[in-house]
Nanobody
């Protein structure tokens, strides 16, 4: 059974930092693409950052230079380091794992940035 468990969300002031973690189980983690998505109230879910099995990364333009995605295959965990946070980063952040069978999602973690 595939399970993704996110942690690290919370309330932070604008300009602050947070690190999200997502622990995966039930898959061959090291071979899969891991991503972070977010969904703000009234908006569609959007891709924030992704990291391939080779370590190659991709970021949404809105977070480039502020967010960093990384992975630790020994711990089956993907991270999202978020710095210089803005109120518009407020959203529920979801971890996603993609393999040959499809996509798996975590339950989400709330990030709230106050101005």
């Amino acid at each position: 059974q595939v399970q993704l468990v996110e942690s690290g969300g919370g309330l932070v002031q604008a300009g602050g930092s947070l690190r999200l973690s997502c622990a995966a189980s039930g898959t061959i983690f090291s071979t899969n693409i891991m991503s972070w998505y977010r969904q703000a109230p009234g908006k569609q879910r959007e891709l924030v950052a992704a990291i391939g099995s080779n370590g190659r990364t991709n970021y949404a333009d809105s977070v480039k230079g502020r967010f960093t995605i990384s992975r630790d295959n020994a711990k089956n965990t993907v991270y999202l380091q978020m710095t210089s946070l803005k109120p518009e980063d407020t959203a529920v952040y979801y971890c996603n794992e993609h393999d040959y069978r499809g996509d798996y999602w975590g339950q989400g973690t709330q990030v709230t940035v106050s101005s």
